[in-house]
């Protein structure tokens, strides 16, 4: 099943923005409403463009599932090993001990209103970061087990 | 009292949502369709989550720019979030869970998936 | 001083070390079996030793607090928060250590048994992983001290749960008890959830020790009480909302069912938690009492005639888990039932409970013991159905020691550790209603009854054409059951020693509610 030359056009063209727009969203968590899972939903939403207009086989050629599934299990450990971190700097799990004095992201905030500055929250940006790769992964690996599994069907 | 009527709003919003949702749930034969009646009522209690949140007057509670007087507590929000994501995941294993059955046994009808009876 | 760091971070590591072992298993079980088993061997005693050293430490000095992403891990109450607990709190007490050992000792057992009993399925990764996300999932809901979160950790080990349930398809059976499973929970979870709300919408906290010294006992919160007990009442399989469990035990793996059974003990452990420390002395006792009570002799009675007639082993053994949940139930309601009455407490009240308690990690260990046994039959023989099996005794000697073991104790007989348990609910219910205690001593002769046709059934007999290649099941299956059943045997030896270190402290810490609250907010 193919859609139109035009809509498979549109949807290779979004791709890219959606994938930005996500990384926008995940990285800017700590800032504006948003967060990891919120951008790595968006991402995923790249490829659920992809499987709407392409024929399933067209797109597991770009996207992999075996990639996916280590981008899930990489985003889970990138968020505890972040909560462990607290651990060996004295403090308890999940403790934000890089604010306000570790190496990164320890700016802390202006006070009154401002434009807001990605260099703050401590663990947060490194928490939000861990949690978007880890629904990117686990949102894109459910399309593609959900629709092969369809496709099995149309074969019988 | 138009305010007061206003306040209680989402609550009774929250009471036909749950209300729809357990009506779908029991009357559909469907699968898919009682799933979604279930997706109805989470989506209630999200809400509910939410409204219990409000508070008149309050601004939101974000540090460096804070005008005087109360401040919304935010943890009804972050909850409401945290139960958005698992019914993500619940939806989502359920809806494969319907798949299977489907693969399985032809139908998504709920009164002719008994194969576990006693 | 890798010890006092260990030590100190013990709540931690708890909930972490499974999840760790969960989340590396897609990568880890790229590289081969071999090294996949051993990591999966690496993870379940790891877990195990952080959740017996906690026990062990929460024993000796007393709860152990554990704040999440404070200052320090000890300290709930920040300086600037106006007297609430704004973070996680996880507050281990003498009754969370007691769930938390049986946690410990059965998902040990049950992860070694796997290992060879579902070495023929594919995708074991994912297996795996859930195993302990699952494993996570149950010592998350026994020793967080915060509603919202009992609810994620919930919710966690129902969806592994579910999971678990549906991972051999079966031909699409296994997946419609998985369904059945799912549902009933998440639709039990949005009730918690619902209470929750409730809860926060009044008291503006989600500690439990914090709503508990705050709780008013309004209208809204004895909905709340409702939405509350309900859901968990059915998790642990309570007559009459007991309909999902014989569905999700017989289809599960039987390593799953083993720790289904641990994971429906957290959910009462939290149903105790509600109704003792969280509404306490706001509650009629009597009537909260008497509703454990009656909840508890209707499982007992459903359970075990629904499961005589049972042609399923393990369909047989799950309405058996049931009417054990009622002794439980008994136990511990008898307990409630006279906490206002100091006198009628210390004289049987206390023993009630300590029966109620004692019999959770008893039914854990010779409960999981016959669902193992039950999986290694199914293992060799291919079939669970009883008219068919037969004969099995001469070449799974081993098995059928282990089986008759779990049997004797399921049926309450010396010196197996179900008689130290059943004693003591005995005569604590006896000097409380006489007639409730007959009750559960029929329903134990029945055990017993029906045991024994499944015992005959399956292993007595003379050898049969179709299990000619029946043998003794792998030597790791042998050892998660030999785990399980060395505890069911040591139990019953020497029940003492259990009772005066392990149950008793935790009858103490369920019914100190202020202690609870005090270990939060007593630092002011």
Redesign the interface.
Known sequence: MKMTKIVRTTADLFFPFCLVFGLYVVVHGHLTPGGG?QGGAVMATGTALLLVARAYDDVTGRIRKGAM??C??AG??IF?CA??S??FAG??????WLAPDGALFRTS??????AGDLNTAGLLPLLNVGVGIEVLGG?TV?LL??LS??K??KKK | MTSRLLLALPYFTVVVLIVLGLAVMLSKRNVVKILMGLSLMESAVNLFLVATGYRHDSVAPIFTNVPAGPMALPTVQALTLTSIVIGVATSAMMLSFAMVIYKKYGTTDIQKIKKLKG | MMDTFVMRHLPALLIAVPLFAAFLMPIVGGAGRVVRNAWVVLGALATSAVGLALAWKVLATGTVLYVFGAAAPHVPLPMDSGGIPIRIVFQIDALSALMVVIASLSSLGITIYSLAAESRQSGLETFYAMLFLLIAGVLGMVSTGDLFNFFVFLEISSLAGAALVAYRVDNGVAVEAGLKYALLSTLGALAVLTAIGILIGQYNALNLATLASRLQFTTLDKLALVLLAVPLAMKCGAVPMHFWTPDSYTTAPSSVTAFLVVSSQASLYGLFRILFTLYGPLLSWATFGWFLIVLGVLSMFVGVTMAIPQKDVKRLMAYHAVSQTGYMLLGVGVGLAVLGNPDALAKYGRTAMAGGLFHIINHAMYKGLLFLTAGAVFYRAGTRNLNKLGGLGHDMPWTMVCFMIGALAIAGVPPFNGFASKLLIYESVFRFSPFLSIIAMIVSILTLASFVKVFHSMFLGPRRAEFAAVREVPAPMLAGMALLAVFVVAAGLAPQPFVDRLIQPAVEALVDRAGYIAAILGGI
Do not use: S
Not at chain 1, 91 to 96: D, E, G, L
């Open positions: 899972f599934k280590v899930e299990a889970l450990l505890l909560g462990f607290g651990l403090r308890p799990f999940m403790a934000n905030i202006a006070h009154g209103p401002n949102l459910i087990y959900m599994g369809i099995e069907e």
